[in-house]
């Protein structure tokens, strides 16, 4: 009787924990967010799929929501803006007309975003700004979830695959799926591209990324080649000189392109300048850069060389705007799922307590404590009400 009762009163617990992210859902983005990675971590093997997937999308909807907090001023504010003035203009035009006559992105080649926009301008009445910004996390977060679901969890072991998404919730960069929101757009479909396998599978979805940003073609031409070596000193080393000496000779590469009409790159040779955009991210690039060198033998994964190569890219094209950024942009969504899948099978405990402690970090960035009060979280709404999804009313 009494190893019943015990056995009732874990199943309580055990249930009461799963659910505890759903049951705060409502009152609190940022303690359903937290609830949601460590149940994925720590009940990872007692989790069947639609567990996992249910608690994946609370925890990406609590993170949009607590990034949703913000005012977005400064930089984000200007693309915000950008990409808002260019809805309310969509907004007002026939389908015909901006489809041919609106040609503001990529010279009327990047029409993705545009028909996104008319889609949104018939669904939804009285868009914000942020609205937009909210509702594109939200495709690029399902694109992400379905990806893995599909694809990326594939070669985890079951008792590991919630573990693996909690990393991949921690590190992923919702930002910038609100305000660079073609490429992050894009991103999702490069992702699923890499893993076609199928030709006419493969055009579809190259396609479809490239008509939300052009960078796609080169994007996927360098990764798809990437994935396709096996991960060796030589190719480590040729691609580091390769690297390197395009660096030496960028400028010159850049003004020599200009004449064959390509304009846009003039931008990297006026706006050269040693400018790091985030050195969190250049501390979590070269942690994954060192951990992938440490196993350099290790060919289990197909991510390895493009992690080392690109990881390369980004150090030596330090100072060129924005360059290394958009080659990486898929490290924004995927660096806890490259992390995880690099270490797992050597050295998960020491993985397990890195994100207990880098959830310190999260906690007292997203509270203010070390946010920078020009755009602190929460100044659209609280941290925490007892009026269920009070978030939505701002």
Wanted: proline residues 3%.
């Amino acid at each position: 009787m009494r190893i019943e009762l015990l056995n009732k009163r874990k199943k309580i617990i055990f249930f009461m924990g799963l659910l505890s992210p759903l049951l705060f859902l409502p009152f609190s983005p940022m303690i359903s967010f937290l609830l949601s990675v460590f149940v994925l971590l720590f009940y990872s093997p007692f989790l069947e799929r639609y567990n996992r997937v249910l608690l994946t999308v609370i925890g990406f909807f609590s993170l949009i929501y607590i990034f949703g907090s913000r005012l977005y001023i400064g930089e984000f504010q200007a693309d915000l803006t950008a990409y808002y003035n260019a809805f309310l203009i969509i907004e007002k035009k026939p389908l015909e007309d901006v489809i041919f006559g609106f040609l503001i992105f990529g010279g009327g080649l990047e029409f993705g975003i545009v028909l996104l926009y008319k889609l949104y301008s018939i669904i939804f009445s009285s868009l914000t700004a942020i609205d937009l910004s909210i509702y594109n996390k939200i495709i690029c977060s399902a694109g992400l979830i379905i990806w893995y679901e599909y694809f990326g969890q594939r070669k985890i072991p079951q008792k590991y695959k919630g573990a693996c998404i909690a990393f991949i919730l921690m590190f992923v960069s919702v930002t910038t799926f609100g305000y660079l929101q073609r490429q992050a757009l894009a991103t999702v479909f490069i992702l699923f591209a890499l893993e076609m396998k199928r030709k006419r599978y493969f055009l579809l979805f190259f396609l479809i990324a490239c008509i939300f940003h052009l960078t796609s073609l080169p994007i996927i031409i360098i990764w798809k080649y990437l994935i396709s070596k096996k991960t060796t000193i030589k190719i480590i080393l040729k691609s580091f000189v390769a690297l390197v000496s395009i660096r030496i000779a960028f400028t010159t590469l850049i003004l020599l392109a200009v004449p064959l009409g390509i304009n846009k790159f003039l931008f990297y040779a006026e706006e050269i300048g040693f400018n790091i955009i985030s050195y969190r991210f250049l501390v979590l690039l070269f942690l994954l850069l060192l951990a992938n060198l440490l196993y350099i033998k290790d060919n289990s994964s197909k991510w390895k060389t493009p992690i080392i190569v690109l990881c390369l890219l980004h150090f030596i094209f330090l100072g060129v705007p924005m360059l290394a950024e958009r080659i990486n942009f898929i490290f924004l969504f995927l660096y806890g799922y490259f992390l995880f899948i690099t270490l797992y099978k050597k050295f998960l405990k020491l993985l397990v307590i890195s994100l207990i402690i880098y959830s310190f970090y999260f906690t007292l960035e997203k509270v203010n404590i070390i946010t920078m009060p020009i755009d602190a979280f929460w100044s659209r709404y609280p941290i925490f009400s007892f009026e269920p999804f009070y978030y939505f009313n701002y």
